[in-house]
DNA sequence: GGTAACTGGGTTTTT
DNA sequence: CCCAGTTACC
């Protein structure tokens, strides 16, 4: 037989040979349960149970490959037959497009990416006139983060804009016209936002005969990170497993911090309650930080009535108490992360092995100018990724554009590749295909006889050479010829055309191995690679680097030494959370998240004085809150220590801003 | 009407 | 830093 069991402890093990009744695990962070999960998986297999009606739902990509890859090396199964899983959208994208026709969509329907999504509602919000001097009318990614959010949260607009955007709320009515609008839009290009991919898979599942037959496919369904859900995706779980047979959930309410996007810690007790034969097995043992910091993370922890009473204990000794640094400003406490880091390297941990954790993006501007200074390589996570890269948008347009020719954001893009076609002649020429589009790569010389004269060779050639590439059959032939279509708009546009060329050759390249192409632009639409290029990099790509990541994307990862800087009242938690009492609740989630990630040391930081605003012109500073987290019950757990002034003058001017006087020569 | 360069203003977190 | 609007010039 086969180790799947090696090394598990009893949970674990309880974990992975639970029969088919329901099963709910509740895992504090570090304790395994991507091991356990894995193991059960595993286990299943190992019955007999067929890789196919296996189904494992995660919020990344990262955690499906590396669970199903490891379960099934496990149990020695073959490359060929791997149990199903991925994240919720990709796994909703596979189901739509294997339906599509059911849903009244093309085979080839686009899906559009935050980006594209806003793309979108920049196309409306010309039609509807609200340019100009329209009295501070919300920013399109604005308008496309609210839409969203009412989908996620199953919450109507006019609910929604009063409590959480407030000061939209005069424009509400047009808002609304606006967003009936996009949803018909999107309906009419045949393209689908992350969204739209998990409304239409609950919609499939809800279909009178088809949904139970889907959900029939699968015998066991295994949900990691369930804290994580929102309505929606609390819907598909119980359409997929509706009366709870074969259902395992990973989760814990103390982690769910993903209220903005509708997911919400009640979601893991309804599931609980809702299932009367549901057993309950709890990961409390630590594999990951040392005791001295889960003496801290079990202080943090929330402890209202739902959040389960885990205490966590350590497997890996006491390790030195976490530290908290109350540093002069914000400057100096940026100073002070970067000295930790290099003390720590000095000491002998790399630098890939400590992280910085900060709340929102730009909480680590001043710590990322530092680094720069000092020629310390670091990696901000969530940073650029590959298709944030413009070149690579393009390209996917362009290819978008061969299968669903009604793509409208796609036009509008390549259009306005071409030379003096910018945004207003984009909308006439796409008005001049329209209203039915099905056909439009085939028209192109129409489009063509409408543009000005002096576009008309580039408009010619460029669209001529993607309506032959629809003919050809292979995806790396068609991708192939998608490119030199686009080759000579991209060298016109971008300085550093070769470099991003090269990226997109073996984007290409990458093509030649796949069956259906659309599929693909929408699989690299989900989940972005990060660019091995030259172009996305921050100046230093150094094989050794620090991570900076906001809280948000470190969930899940751990590393040897962390710091948190910030920790003020305003930041940590967000100023943006203090309205309501569950915003509150969810920023000491967070914190709890945070400081769950250190493995051997932690480090906290506050600064004692940030400057008024933000953008500050005058040096004016007022005295910064120490974070309501850090009360005196946490203090017990901390080695405090305060820094007084800057500590060196020469390291102040790294970052401080110089200032000549020159009055004195005109007066 | 397009484009480039500049100005003023601004609520955070992501698949 | 990023977006949207404005201005000057083609």
């Known amino acids: 037989m086969f180790a799947w069991d090696e090394g598990l402890d009893d949970v674990q093990l309880a974990v992975a040979t639970h029969g088919d009744d329901p099963l709910v695990v509740v895992a504090g962070a570090g304790t395994g349960k991507t091991r356990a999960l894995t193991a059960r998986v595993a286990s299943l297999l190992d019955r007999g149970v067929s890789p196919d009606r296996v189904l494992l739902l995660t919020f990344t990509r990262r955690a499906a490959d590396e669970m199903l890859t490891r379960a099934a090396r496990l149990v020695g199964l073959r490359g060929e037959v791997r149990p199903n899983g991925g994240t919720f959208h990709a796994v909703a994208h596979r189901h739509v497009a294997a339906h599509a026709q059911v849903l009244g969509l093309p085979k080839g329907f686009g899906v559009l990416d935050p980006a594209g999504a806003c793309d979108l509602m920049d196309l409306l919000r010309h039609e509807h006139q609200l340019t100009g001097n329209q009295a501070r009318f919300p920013r399109t990614p604005t308008l496309v983060e609210l839409y969203s959010r009412c989908i996620n949260t199953a919450k109507p607009l006019r609910q929604l804009v009063p409590t959480d955007y407030p000061w939209c709320e005069p424009h509400t009515e047009t808002i609304a016209g606006l967003f009936r609008d996009f949803t018909e839009r999107k309906r009419r290009s045949s393209l689908a936002d992350f969204d739209d991919l998990l409304l239409y898979w609950r919609a499939l599942l809800e279909h009178e005969e088809l949904g139970p037959h889907l959900a029939d496919r699968f015998r066991y369904v295994l949900v990691d990170e369930y804290q994580d859900v929102n309505p929606l995706q609390v819907d598909i779980v119980r359409r997929l497993a509706p009366d709870g ?58 402890t209202e009535e739902g959040a ?49 954790l900060v709340r929102a993006g730009h909480h680590s501007d001043l710590i990322e100018v530092e680094l720069t200074v000092r020629k310390v390589p670091y990696r901000k996570y969530g940073g650029l990724r590959f298709f944030e890269a413009a070149h690579v948008k393009d390209f996917v347009a362009a290819a978008r554009l061969l299968d669903n020719p009604s793509d409208e954001v796609a036009w509008y893009r390549v259009l306005r590749l071409h030379r003096s076609i910018g945004p207003t002649r984009a909308r006439g020429l796409i008005e001049t295909v329209q209203p039915d589009m099905a056909d439009a790569l085939v028209r192109w010389p129409e489009l063509v006889a409408a543009a000005p004269p002096a576009t008309r060779t580039a408009l010619s050639a460029s669209f001529g050479a993607l309506n032959e590439a629809r003919g050809l059959g292979a995806p790396g032939r068609r991708a192939e010829a998608v490119l030199a279509a686009v080759r000579p708009l991209l060298e016109g546009r971008y300085d550093d ?58 969930k899940g990862l751990e590393w040897p030494v962390v710091h948190l800087p910030h920790l003020v009242d305003g930041a940590v938690p967000s100023d943006m959370a203090l309205s309501s009492p569950e915003g509150l609740e969810e920023e000491r989630r967070l914190f709890y998240v945070a400081v769950t990630r250190a493995r051997d040391e932690l480090h906290l930081y506050a600064p004692l004085r940030l400057p008024h605003h933000r953008h500050a012109r005058d040096d004016r500073h007022s005295f910064a809150p120490l974070s309501r987290f850090l009360d005196d019950e946490v203090q017990q757990t901390l080695d405090v220590q305060e820094e007084a002034r800057p500590r060196s003058a020469v390291a102040a001017a790294g970052t401080a801003r110089v200032v000549v006087e020159l009055d004195a020569l005109w007066s």
């Open 497 to 554: 055309a070769p470099a991003r060329l090269r990226d997109l050759d073996r984007l290409v390249g990458a093509a030649t191995t796949v069956d259906d192409l659309p599929a693909w632009l929408a699989e690299l639409t989900l989940d972005p690679p990060a660019s091995s290029g030259d172009l996305a990099g921050p100046p230093h790509l150094d094989e050794d680097y620090v991570v900076v990541s906001t809280i948000h994307s470190a």
């Open 308 to 356: 389960a009473r885990i205490r966590l204990t350590s497997d890996r000794g006491d390790g030195p108490r976490p530290t908290l640094l109350r540093c002069y400003d914000a400057p100096s406490e940026a100073r002070a992360v970067v000295d930790a880091v290099l003390e720590a390297n000095v000491a002998g941990v790399p630098l890939r092995h400590q992280a910085v």
């Open 245 to 302: 047979r074969g259902l395992t959930v990973v989760g814990d309410e103390a982690q769910a911090i993903y209220g903005f996007r509708g997911s919400a810690p009640r979601h893991l007790r309804e599931l609980v309650d809702g299932c009367p034969d549901a057993s309950t097995l709890c990961l409390e043992r630590n594999f990951r930080s040392r005791q001295r910091i889960l003496d801290l993370a079990n202080v943090v922890r929330p």
